[in-house]
């Protein structure tokens, strides 16, 4: 996909769970396109060559290692790119992505603690770091990302944390209208990324592996286009949300997943 803009230019934008698959698609666009990126992820190898393939493309990119799942870590995130860059004109909050697939019903207290662990909290904690810095400045364009799978099979607890990813932009919207800072969410259905940090230490067991070809089953069935997405195409979304060109746009979900609802 080629890009020749520049509608970037001279802001600083972060991107969390950035050394792989769609938030990284995004830094690569973002930076295409003139922004200083931030590649925020806990993968600190992984985080490093996604740094170094973006520079070498000539992206100002800059690598920011830290568990998005603590509050510390998205404290930290934000307060070391304030200290470093002076603000923070663009947030991408993309850390997430299911772990099992199973009924329900086969989930442990602990796996469904982790799933709302790993796509839920680190939105809520990025949200709330960056907020000081973007009310201070009167200005901000936060970019949440949900998912389709708020209704598909076999990841209830994953579905009901991208649920609440929907439910905080809306709802965080109304508060920021006159503070001159935008909230909106862009939810992917299914799309083709190559996993360089495992979500799951585990070996896959027999069940997961059923379960998760289910789920790619019921998405290409309930998928318009009849097809998969790639990492750009969700990219290209973000980036309209995170531009001032969408500056009357606040408070929407936005579904790039080839027709699917959520």
Not at 44 to 57: D, I, K, M, P, W
Not at 130 to 142: E, K
Request: net charge negative.
């Amino acid at each position: 996909m080629t890009v020749a803009s520049d509608r970037f230019a001279g802001k600083i934008a972060v991107v969390t769970g950035a050394a792989q698959g769609i938030g990284l698609a995004a830094a690569q666009r973002l930076g295409r396109e003139g922004a200083t990126v931030v590649v925020a992820d806990r993968a600190e190898q992984a985080t490093r060559e996604a740094v170094s393939r973006l520079r070498a493309e000539a992206v100002d990119a800059h690598p920011a290692i830290h568990d998005l799942e603590q509050q510390a870590g998205a404290v930290d995130l934000y307060q070391a790119v304030s200290e470093n860059f002076g603000r923070i004109d663009i947030a991408v909050h993309n850390v997430g992505g299911t772990i099992w697939a199973k009924p329900y019903w086969e989930y442990t207290p602990d796996e469904i603690v982790a799933e709302i662990n790993r796509s839920l909290w680190p939105t809520l904690w990025c949200c709330h770091a960056v907020l000081p810095y973007m009310r201070a400045a009167g200005r901000g364009s936060i970019v949440n990302i949900g998912s389709v799978a708020t209704r598909g099979v076999n990841r209830v607890p994953y579905a009901a944390a991208k649920g609440g990813v929907a439910a905080l932009t809306a709802a965080l919207s109304l508060e920021l209208g006159d503070c001159g800072i935008r909230v909106n969410c862009v939810a992917p259905g299914g799309v083709n990324v190559t996993r360089v940090t495992p979500r799951n230490t585990a070996p896959p067991s027999d069940a997961d592996r059923k379960g998760f070809g289910e789920v790619m089953e019921q998405t290409l069935r309930d998928t318009p286009l009849g097809r998969f997405g790639e990492p750009e195409e969700l990219a290209a979304a973000i980036c309209f949300f995170a531009a001032d060109e969408a500056s009357y746009i606040t408070g929407q979900t936005l579904y790039v997943a080839g027709g699917g609802i959520g």
